[in-house]
């Protein structure tokens, strides 16, 4: 019985052969195209995770617990803040500018530049002042600079004049900007067109 069984493994040993090769052949695509693929992803994703495990070390020593970190963190919380105030700021129906400590315009929203009828390039540094009205210009840049030199606000009456030669009468204000110092790092303002002037 024993050598039946011994005869006929014998007699299809080719077929056990062929059918085990194919199977091992089979082991190996399943590992090439699908397994492999598969653990250098897992791998390139757990590389991946450690890089960026160390850079945010590098960038917050102590875990983020540092005096410098607090104040990164405060520095970007502000910088977020005043780009969403800016953006709100954009579209109001006042016209607004930002200047720089010395005075010199920095920033203007649309509706500043839709009331002068001018592009934003004209109007930043000191380009703002081709916008007031000539017999307006003189006092009006007189008393900007004198505000800015004593570091104080300023609220004033004049006109803007458009290139189609429409004037405008306005009220401009500006609030002084400052640091955690109490110095003077820039200004805000605003232009009120005044109806029923």
Known sequence: MS???WASIVQDYPVYI???AAGVSGLVV????????????????WQTIDKIDTIFEEITPNGGRSVKDRV???YHELTFVSERLRAFLADTKDAHFETDAEGNCTRVNRTYTRLVERETSEIIGNGWHNCVLQEDRESV???WDDAVDDARELTINFRFETPSG???PVRGTSYKMTNDQGEVIGFLGKIQVLENS
């Open 166 to 168: 429409k004037i405008i």
């Open 141 to 143: 840049v007189r008393a």
């Open 30 to 45: 399943i590992y090439k195209k699908v397994l492999k693929p598969m653990f250098n992803t897992v791998k390139s994703f």
């Open 3 to 5: 050598e039946g069984i």
């Open 18 to 20: 062929t059918g085990a």
């Open 72 to 74: 990164n963190k405060t």
